[in-house]
């Protein structure tokens, strides 16, 4: 079980959902995934208020965008890239301080 792409998802007469990039408790990033709310929901999965309330903020974002005034706009995106350069430099690897074999 991998990573899902986006571009993995079938073409043509079927329907493309949103996915997201679920990092799931207890397990490392290595491990995260591409679900759709569908199949979150078919897995039984705990949390669903997360991904609730996620687009809850998207569709609120995405509101408050409209009506806001270019000058706004391009500080909410200029700051929004800056938040995510910052979580980026969080993944990278600094250095390994231990290791061991069994």
Known sequence: KGLKCLD??????????PQYFIKW????HIHNTWE???????????????????????QETEEWKRNMSPEDLEYYDVHDEMKLNLIAKLYRVDRINHSQCY
């Open 25 to 28: 408790a207890r397990y490392s």
């Open 36 to 58: 759709s709310d569908l199949s979150l929901e078919e897995k039984g999965c705990k949390g669903l208020k997360i991904l609730e309330n996620y687009q809850k903020k998207q």
């Open 8 to 17: 993995d998802v079938p073409q043509g007469n079927e329907a493309r959902s």
